[in-house]
């Protein structure tokens, strides 16, 4: 897939190969090395988000057996590393010959939460077990997802995700914007081969994740990754340069409302539609900036639950269709204003 910035990433097979899919306690915040509410491997910035050398010295530690907290696994290290096709369900590990303990989550697909996975993903249930794996690897070393996260990436993130499907058409295009770690872009992708996605994020060290991360999960017919800003790519004339205006434009914990529907609904076709991913306060946010998007060019926003047969907790989406270029409706606004004035 064509990429745009991504730095010097290392080969394409290189997620799959360099970190083993169990990262033992010390990434789901049972070792003293993370204090309660970090979020981040010791040592990473409190601005950048990027784990630190030292953070990542730390992690690369417990993966080899050797941090003091860990206890280390037998054979000095974790057995059989790399991210295989199938991942793990309900394994355990022994740990120098004592008790076995649950493997962290990863590409384990929780044994409660199986035929969930097994109904949204079908067939693609191993793809995606192998991205649940990079991102409580790969995506914890790299910053893009927090250590605490590693043990529940399914249902705080893969299955999340995934119940968005049921809002988007059949065959359509999808533009996921400030897409991290390809949440929901890449779920949606795995979920739904129908789909043509492109990955839109900023940050190179993200891309540079994206990018192996197609690669690895099979992907490049499907999945573009574009380094650039949503609002650089709304602009006149960017389009042409690859992002062709999209039937569906998803965003994930990006930014508030307003700003989203501003950088998002641009990239939408005309009738097509933004899906944004929010939490309990999705009403409050609506009500709030419900003109403000109407003068964006969008229909009445919509708040939507999404897995609602299937999730405990279903996702919230607020969904704006886009009825007009937002020039086009400050014209109207101006012309009704003129009209009444007279």
Do not use: M
């Not at 991504?6 to 290189?14: I, L, Q």
């Not at 937002?326 to 009704?336: M, P």
Request: proline share 8%.
């Amino acid at each position: 897939s064509p990429s745009a910035g991504s730095g010097a990433s290392r080969p394409a097979d290189a997620l799959s190969q360099s970190v083993p899919s169990d990262l033992g306690p010390v990434l789901c915040g049972s070792g003293p090395e993370y204090s309660r509410g970090d979020r981040r491997p010791p040592g990473g910035g409190p601005s950048s988000g990027e784990p630190s050398s030292a953070g990542r010295d730390l992690v690369r530690g417990v993966l080899s057996g050797n941090s003091p907290s860990s206890g280390g696994v037998s054979g000095g290290g974790l057995s059989g590393g790399g991210v295989s096709d199938g991942g793990l369900l309900g394994g355990s590990i022994s740990q120098d010959g004592g008790p076995t303990r649950q493997a962290a989550a990863g590409g384990a697909v929780p044994a409660a939460l199986l035929p969930v996975a097994q109904r949204l993903f079908g067939d693609r249930l191993p793809a995606a077990r192998r991205y649940a794996d990079l991102l409580a690897t790969e995506g914890v070393l790299r910053g893009l997802v927090g250590p605490r996260e590693a043990c529940r990436v399914w249902e705080r993130h893969l299955l999340n995700c995934a119940v968005v499907a049921e809002l988007v058409p059949y065959g359509a295009s999808v533009v996921d914007v400030g897409s991290g770690a390809g949440l929901p872009g890449i779920v949606l992708a795995i979920a739904r081969s129908d789909l043509a996605v492109t990955l839109v994020e900023p940050l190179a060290r993200r891309t540079a994740f994206l990018t192996e991360a197609v690669a690895t999960l099979g992907l490049g017919a499907e999945v573009t990754v574009v380094r650039s800003r949503a609002e650089d790519l709304a602009r006149p004339g960017r389009g042409a340069a690859g992002v062709p205006p999209a039937d569906v434009v998803t965003a994930r914990a990006v930014a508030p409302l307003d700003k989203l529907v501003g950088w998002c609904l641009p990239l939408a076709t005309i009738g097509g539609r933004l899906l944004a991913i929010k939490g309990a306060s999705a009403p409050d946010e609506v009500a709030a900036h419900r003109d403000r998007i109407v003068r964006l060019g969008g229909a009445e926003p919509t708040v939507r639950q999404c897995g609602l047969a299937v999730l405990d907790i279903p996702t919230t989406v607020v969904e704006v269709v886009r009825l007009r270029g937002a020039q086009a409706a400050g014209r109207q606004l101006g012309r009704r204003g003129r009209g009444r004035s007279g």
